[in-house]
């Protein structure tokens, strides 16, 4: 049986660090703000940033909400974030995404500055994922697993990761940060020939398919520790991951739950990137 890798526990540590760090910016005259931009009234968007309003006001981070109708023209979009970019008072912008097929994506993106981008969506962020450096920040689901293997104490250095996934917005950056820290990764996708031959080698097994129970008993090892990124949802409503966990779970060493896995810590990690962009702009001004 898996040890349960339960982000409950991770949260509650990166929220002690964030409330601390919170209340020292206070003192130092310097509120941590994120500006939250929705455009529609998509129902996923709603409830995440109903979790996002909650778990932002149990650290101390507050919000400034830019909500624009569905309708929005591209330039006022743009003009709202160069709002957000001018404004000294907000340290990070969060842009609810995938955005109305009228809307470049792509100029969104590139409008953001990097270092308001608390989420890595622009190309300078990514850049310093890729550099290693810090100029702006990594996807937080990225993050959030990174924190994980940190939290739960799981050794990388020297270890053999592999990553199933390759988007910008956790299969590369992730692979990025686990290879900062000196695991030796693979990245694997929907090209890759005989997928289960070369996940069971790893001891780190990052799942991010996109795709419900894609990873079943036979791409696992026996003492692996397995991520499950993936949120999916059964014709009945239930959520489960990408991972299938009923088959996985007795073989692995380790195993994040779904729900209650990664996407528990992710919105932590974005208060966290807000204070640290906080701090930063404190110690640029």
């Known amino acids: 049986m898996a040890t349960l890798l339960k982000g409950a526990e991770v949260v509650s540590a990166l929220n002690a660090r964030i409330t601390a760090d919170v209340e020292q910016l206070k003192n130092r005259g310097t509120a941590p703000a994120l500006a939250l931009v929705r455009v529609g009234e998509r129902a996923d968007d709603i409830a995440y940033e109903r979790g996002l309003l909650k778990r932002a006001e149990t650290v101390g981070v507050a919000v400034r909400q830019f909500l624009l109708p569905e309708t929005v023209s591209q330039e006022e979009l743009l003009g709202a974030i160069r709002q957000i970019n001018s404004d000294a008072s907000i340290h990070g912008c969060l842009i609810f995404r995938p955005l109305p097929k009228s809307i470049s994506d792509e100029r969104v993106r590139a409008a953001l500055a990097p ?54 917005v956790v299969g590369k950056p992730v692979a990025m940060m686990l290879l900062q820290k000196n695991a030796t990764v693979t990245i694997c996708h929907t090209k890759t020939v005989d997928m289960p031959s070369v996940t069971k080698r790893a001891d780190i097994l990052i799942v991010a398919a996109g795709r419900a129970g894609v990873v079943g008993a036979d791409y696992v090892s026996a003492g692996q520790t397995v991520l499950d990124v993936g949120i999916n949802f059964t014709p009945e409503g239930k959520m489960v991951g990408d991972a299938d966990f009923a088959a996985i779970e007795p073989i692995a060493g380790a195993i994040t739950p779904v729900p209650g896995g990664v996407g528990t810590v992710t919105t932590s990690v974005l208060m966290a990137h807000v204070v640290e962009a906080a701090k930063r702009a404190l110690e640029c001004a």
């Open 115 to 168: 270092e308001k981008d608390v989420d890595g969506i622009t190309e300078g962020s990514l850049a310093g994922v890729f550099s290693g450096t810090k100029h702006g920040f990594p996807p937080c689901t990225a993050q959030a697993c990174i924190e994980i293997l940190d939290y739960y104490g799981v050794e990388t250095q020297g270890k053999t990761a592999v990553v199933i996934g390759r988007s910008l």
